[in-house]
């Protein structure tokens, strides 16, 4: 189980040092994961704990707010998946006009110097830190030299002809393309969430579902989808998911994920669950009726009834 560290006590939280990387880690993702790997590895060479500092919010949503790339995963999530890799510590640091301003060697001297006692770092290939991102590699090596402690650069994980990203990730998925996003994560793209009450429009149209709030600024799928839901019995629950904002409903620009499940008839209020995106039916649509919407649904159920039963998933 990984230690959360929000901020930075008055407490020195390494008093012998530590072994850090810097990022986002939005998907945790194969390359994200080729990292972590070097950061164990360089850990247990040193045997000191491995920390992964994270920002929140992330650097671009401060600068751009609305208009900032959607999230592959929001915090809980990308937390839950880092306490399946090999790492100590997380750190979570508020990204702020204070943090935007420091310049580079500030940001070296006062943060990872003073309040983390690095003793290695590892970055990934593109990092760059600092105001005006003026901090890189270089700057890194330079002044480790001079404040004694190491750094490395780690190469870029590749598939092929493809620099593994966050940015191809999301490419892929505003593409419909769940194949490659699934390469490139090295699993199944997924929402979690908690089970939430909703209007229970779904039960009187036949398809009961289970919503979950997305809770982000905005979502890098949308449509109908077959998916899979876990986080229930240690079971798998095979079913259908609109991903939108409902137009024929209520057309708001929140961004809702309805899940129906087939075969199922359980209160899951309340529990929290993670949906696993396998096929892509078709854009979400507005229809004239709540009939044409019912009629819609059972097409989608059937679709992804095929789907599964194919076995191509």
Do not use: W
């Not at 105001?131 to 590699?137: D, H, I, L, M, S």
């Not at 700057?139 to 990203?165: C, I, N």
Request: aromatic fraction near 8%.
């Amino acid at each position: 189980m990984i230690r959360l560290i929000r901020g930075f006590s008055h407490a020195l939280p390494f008093p012998n040092g530590c072994v850090l990387t810097i990022g986002n880690f939005d998907g945790v993702h194969l390359g994200h994961r080729a990292v972590i790997d070097t950061l164990a590895a360089r850990g247990r060479e040193r045997n000191l704990p491995t920390v992964v500092m994270l920002f929140e919010p992330q650097p671009l949503e401060y600068f751009l707010a609305d208009n900032a790339p959607s999230r592959l995963m929001r915090l809980r999530e990308k937390i839950l998946a880092l306490n399946k890799l090999p790492i100590d510590n997380v750190v979570i640091v508020r990204f702020n006009r204070a943090l935007a301003n420091l310049e580079p060697e500030q940001f070296i001297q006062q943060i990872l110097i003073s309040k983390l006692n690095v003793k290695h770092l590892v970055i990934g290939d593109d990092f760059h830190f600092g105001k005006a991102r003026r901090g890189n590699f270089n700057l890194l090596k330079e002044q480790s030299e001079l404040l004694g402690f190491t750094v490395e650069k780690s190469t870029a994980y590749r598939l092929a002809d493809f620099r593994v990203s966050s940015t191809l990730i999301r490419d892929a998925l505003n593409a419909d393309d769940l194949v490659q996003a699934r390469r490139l994560l090295g699993q199944d793209y997924s929402i979690c969430g908690r089970v939430a009450q909703g209007d229970k429009l779904g039960r009187t149209l036949g398809f009961p579902t289970a919503n979950i709030k997305m809770l982000r600024r905005n979502a890098p799928i949308h449509g109908v989808f077959a998916v899979t839901m876990t986080g229930i019995d240690n079971r798998e629950f095979q079913g259908v998911a609109n991903v939108g904002t409902r137009p024929t409903i209520d057309g708001n620009h929140k961004v809702i994920l309805e899940t129906h499940l087939f075969n199922f008839d359980q209160d899951i209020y309340g529990r929290y669950v993670s949906v696993h995106f396998k096929q892509k039916l078709r854009h979400e649509m507005r229809f004239e009726s709540l009939e044409q919407l019912q009629s819609q649904i059972r097409h989608d159920v059937a679709a992804a009834k095929d789907f599964f039963n194919k076995g191509t998933c």
